[in-house]
Protein backbone atom coordinates (compact mmCIF):
# COMPACT_ATOMS: atom_id res chain seq x y z
CA UNK A 1 0.00 0.00 0.00
CA UNK A 2 1.35 3.49 -0.69
CA UNK A 3 0.16 5.05 2.33
CA UNK A 4 -1.42 8.29 3.15
CA UNK A 5 -1.29 10.64 0.57
CA UNK A 6 -0.99 14.49 0.72
CA UNK A 7 -0.77 17.34 -1.62
CA UNK A 8 0.55 19.54 -2.10
CA UNK A 9 3.59 18.67 -0.01
CA UNK A 10 4.70 22.91 -0.29
CA UNK A 11 2.29 25.73 -0.72
CA UNK A 12 3.14 29.00 -0.72
CA UNK A 13 0.07 31.34 -1.16
CA UNK A 14 -1.01 35.49 -0.52
CA UNK A 15 -3.55 36.25 2.58
CA UNK A 16 -7.02 36.22 1.30
CA UNK A 17 -6.51 33.12 -1.27
CA UNK A 18 -7.97 30.43 -1.16
CA UNK A 19 -6.48 27.13 0.12
CA UNK A 20 -7.06 23.55 -0.58
CA UNK A 21 -5.49 20.66 0.66
CA UNK A 22 -6.13 16.67 -0.05
CA UNK A 23 -5.77 14.10 1.06
CA UNK A 24 -6.12 9.67 0.06
CA UNK A 25 -6.45 7.68 3.38
CA UNK A 26 -4.82 4.46 3.12
CA UNK A 27 -7.79 1.30 1.32
CA UNK A 28 -9.94 0.16 3.81
CA UNK A 29 -9.49 2.72 6.34
CA UNK A 30 -12.90 4.13 7.88
CA UNK A 31 -11.19 6.72 10.24
CA UNK A 32 -9.66 10.05 9.29
CA UNK A 33 -8.46 12.90 10.71
CA UNK A 34 -6.64 16.26 10.00
CA UNK A 35 -4.03 17.90 12.08
CA UNK A 36 -2.02 20.94 12.51
CA UNK A 37 1.15 21.00 13.54
CA UNK A 38 2.83 24.44 14.36
CA UNK A 39 5.89 25.13 17.30
CA UNK A 40 3.54 27.70 19.16
CA UNK A 41 0.61 24.64 19.58
CA UNK A 42 2.39 21.34 18.80
CA UNK A 43 0.05 18.89 17.07
CA UNK A 44 -3.98 20.02 16.85
CA UNK A 45 -6.73 18.10 15.89
CA UNK A 46 -8.62 19.82 13.45
CA UNK A 47 -11.46 17.42 12.73
CA UNK A 48 -12.29 14.02 12.73
CA UNK A 49 -14.32 11.51 9.65
CA UNK A 50 -15.51 8.27 10.74
CA UNK A 51 -17.41 6.38 7.66
CA UNK A 52 -16.86 9.64 5.62
CA UNK A 53 -19.06 11.16 8.12
CA UNK A 54 -17.93 14.49 10.32
CA UNK A 55 -18.01 13.54 13.44
CA UNK A 56 -16.16 16.10 15.43
CA UNK A 57 -15.28 19.39 13.64
CA UNK A 58 -14.87 21.38 17.65
CA UNK A 59 -11.31 21.75 16.60
CA UNK A 60 -11.43 23.50 13.17
CA UNK A 61 -10.51 26.79 14.35
CA UNK A 62 -12.81 29.27 12.33
CA UNK A 63 -15.62 29.70 9.57
CA UNK A 64 -12.98 29.94 7.13
CA UNK A 65 -11.68 26.05 7.45
CA UNK A 66 -13.91 23.70 6.12
CA UNK A 67 -13.16 19.73 5.41
CA UNK A 68 -14.79 17.52 3.38
CA UNK A 69 -14.73 13.62 2.64
CA UNK A 70 -16.97 12.74 -0.51
CA UNK A 71 -15.81 9.09 -0.63
CA UNK A 72 -13.68 6.66 1.12
CA UNK A 73 -10.68 7.58 -0.68
CA UNK A 74 -10.72 11.37 -0.60
CA UNK A 75 -10.77 14.25 1.65
CA UNK A 76 -10.31 18.19 1.37
CA UNK A 77 -9.29 20.67 4.02
CA UNK A 78 -10.07 24.33 2.36
CA UNK A 79 -9.26 27.48 3.93
CA UNK A 80 -10.75 30.58 2.65
CA UNK A 81 -9.46 33.17 2.97
CA UNK A 82 -6.18 32.28 4.06
CA UNK A 83 -4.28 34.56 6.62
CA UNK A 84 -0.81 34.23 7.58
CA UNK A 85 -1.49 32.93 11.38
CA UNK A 86 -2.74 29.71 9.48
CA UNK A 87 1.22 29.08 8.13
CA UNK A 88 1.52 25.73 9.75
CA UNK A 89 2.27 21.88 8.46
CA UNK A 90 -1.27 19.92 7.75
CA UNK A 91 -1.33 16.59 8.34
CA UNK A 92 -4.16 13.99 7.24
CA UNK A 93 -3.78 10.50 9.31
CA UNK A 94 -6.07 7.60 8.35
CA UNK A 95 -7.16 4.10 10.73
CA UNK A 96 -8.53 1.56 10.61
CA UNK A 97 -11.11 -0.53 13.08
CA UNK A 98 -8.31 -3.63 12.51
CA UNK A 99 -5.54 -1.35 13.79
CA UNK A 100 -7.05 -0.87 17.56
CA UNK A 101 -6.41 2.84 17.65
CA UNK A 102 -3.08 3.54 15.55
CA UNK A 103 -3.06 5.84 12.93
CA UNK A 104 -0.79 6.31 9.66
CA UNK A 105 0.24 9.72 8.63
CA UNK A 106 0.95 11.20 5.61
CA UNK A 107 4.09 13.38 5.16
CA UNK A 108 1.86 16.60 5.63
CA UNK A 109 1.09 19.45 3.62
CA UNK A 110 3.53 22.77 4.31
CA UNK A 111 1.16 25.71 3.97
CA UNK A 112 2.81 29.48 4.13
CA UNK A 113 0.95 32.20 4.07
CA UNK A 114 2.23 35.50 3.16
CA UNK B 1 -7.14 21.00 26.32
CA UNK B 2 -6.95 17.29 26.36
CA UNK B 3 -3.33 17.60 25.15
CA UNK B 4 -0.75 15.50 27.15
CA UNK B 5 2.28 17.18 27.96
CA UNK B 6 6.10 15.32 27.11
CA UNK B 7 8.97 16.01 29.70
CA UNK B 8 11.74 16.97 28.82
CA UNK B 9 11.09 19.11 25.93
CA UNK B 10 14.32 17.84 24.77
CA UNK B 11 16.71 15.62 25.55
CA UNK B 12 20.46 14.89 24.38
CA UNK B 13 22.55 11.71 24.98
CA UNK B 14 25.44 9.66 23.57
CA UNK B 15 24.99 6.66 21.76
CA UNK B 16 24.36 3.54 23.30
CA UNK B 17 23.07 5.49 26.33
CA UNK B 18 19.03 4.98 27.33
CA UNK B 19 16.56 7.69 26.38
CA UNK B 20 13.68 8.24 28.79
CA UNK B 21 10.76 10.73 28.10
CA UNK B 22 7.59 10.98 30.17
CA UNK B 23 4.22 12.04 28.87
CA UNK B 24 1.20 13.69 31.71
CA UNK B 25 -2.08 13.51 30.26
CA UNK B 26 -5.43 15.49 31.87
CA UNK B 27 -8.43 13.00 31.49
CA UNK B 28 -9.17 9.46 31.25
CA UNK B 29 -8.14 7.48 28.62
CA UNK B 30 -8.77 4.02 26.99
CA UNK B 31 -5.36 3.82 25.43
CA UNK B 32 -2.17 5.95 25.00
CA UNK B 33 0.47 5.61 22.13
CA UNK B 34 3.54 6.58 21.55
CA UNK B 35 4.88 7.98 17.86
CA UNK B 36 8.17 9.30 16.47
CA UNK B 37 8.31 12.11 14.06
CA UNK B 38 11.89 12.70 11.98
CA UNK B 39 12.59 15.86 10.50
CA UNK B 40 9.97 17.15 8.29
CA UNK B 41 7.96 13.98 8.18
CA UNK B 42 4.76 12.72 9.09
CA UNK B 43 4.35 10.69 12.49
CA UNK B 44 4.91 7.11 12.80
CA UNK B 45 3.20 4.97 15.40
CA UNK B 46 5.74 3.44 17.83
CA UNK B 47 3.33 1.31 20.45
CA UNK B 48 0.44 1.27 22.11
CA UNK B 49 -0.70 0.32 25.33
CA UNK B 50 -4.24 -0.22 26.95
CA UNK B 51 -5.59 1.12 30.41
CA UNK B 52 -5.30 -1.85 31.75
CA UNK B 53 -1.76 -2.41 30.97
CA UNK B 54 0.95 -1.64 33.10
CA UNK B 55 4.01 -2.13 30.65
CA UNK B 56 4.56 -2.81 27.12
CA UNK B 57 7.88 -3.96 25.10
CA UNK B 58 8.66 -3.52 21.90
CA UNK B 59 12.50 -4.24 20.33
CA UNK B 60 14.13 -1.59 22.41
CA UNK B 61 11.13 0.45 23.43
CA UNK B 62 9.55 -0.26 26.82
CA UNK B 63 6.52 1.65 27.55
CA UNK B 64 4.76 2.21 31.09
CA UNK B 65 1.48 3.39 32.06
CA UNK B 66 0.77 4.58 35.71
CA UNK B 67 -3.34 5.12 35.19
CA UNK B 68 -3.77 6.95 38.78
CA UNK B 69 -1.01 9.35 37.96
CA UNK B 70 -2.25 10.05 34.49
CA UNK B 71 1.41 9.13 33.39
CA UNK B 72 3.30 7.06 31.24
CA UNK B 73 6.96 6.51 29.78
CA UNK B 74 8.82 5.81 27.09
CA UNK B 75 11.90 3.92 27.30
CA UNK B 76 14.72 3.82 24.35
CA UNK B 77 17.42 1.53 25.30
CA UNK B 78 20.91 1.49 23.51
CA UNK B 79 19.93 4.59 21.70
CA UNK B 80 21.33 4.99 18.09
CA UNK B 81 21.97 7.72 16.26
CA UNK B 82 19.18 6.47 13.94
CA UNK B 83 16.59 7.08 16.83
CA UNK B 84 16.80 10.85 16.89
CA UNK B 85 13.21 12.56 16.14
CA UNK B 86 10.87 13.92 17.79
CA UNK B 87 8.56 11.43 20.23
CA UNK B 88 5.05 11.59 20.79
CA UNK B 89 2.41 10.79 23.16
CA UNK B 90 -1.23 10.72 22.28
CA UNK B 91 -4.43 9.91 24.09
CA UNK B 92 -7.84 9.14 23.36
CA UNK B 93 -8.96 11.07 26.20
CA UNK B 94 -11.58 8.14 27.18
CA UNK B 95 -13.34 8.63 23.28
CA UNK B 96 -11.57 5.56 21.80
CA UNK B 97 -11.69 7.16 18.38
CA UNK B 98 -9.96 10.56 18.33
CA UNK B 99 -6.40 11.56 19.31
CA UNK B 100 -4.56 14.31 20.92
CA UNK B 101 -1.04 14.59 20.76
CA UNK B 102 1.35 15.91 23.30
CA UNK B 103 3.84 18.61 22.99
CA UNK B 104 6.37 16.31 22.14
CA UNK B 105 10.61 15.69 22.99
CA UNK B 106 13.00 16.55 21.17
CA UNK B 107 15.97 13.60 21.05
CA UNK B 108 18.93 13.96 20.52
CA UNK B 109 21.53 10.93 19.94
CA UNK B 110 25.18 11.92 19.42
CA UNK B 111 27.37 9.21 17.43
Known amino acids: DAGVIQSPRHEVTEMGQEVTLRCKPI?????LFWYRQTMMRGLELLIYFNNNVPIDDSGMPEDRFSAKMPNASFSTLKIQPSEPRDSAVYFCASGGQGAAGELFFGEGSRLTVL | SQQGEEDPQALSIQEGENATMNCSYKTSINNLQWYRQNSGRGLVHLIL?????REKHSGRLRVTLDTSKKSSSLLITASRAADTASYFC???????????FGTGTSLTVIP
Open chain 2, 49 to 53: IRSNE
Open chain 1, 27 to 31: SGHNS
Open chain 2, 90 to 100: ATDAGTGNQFY
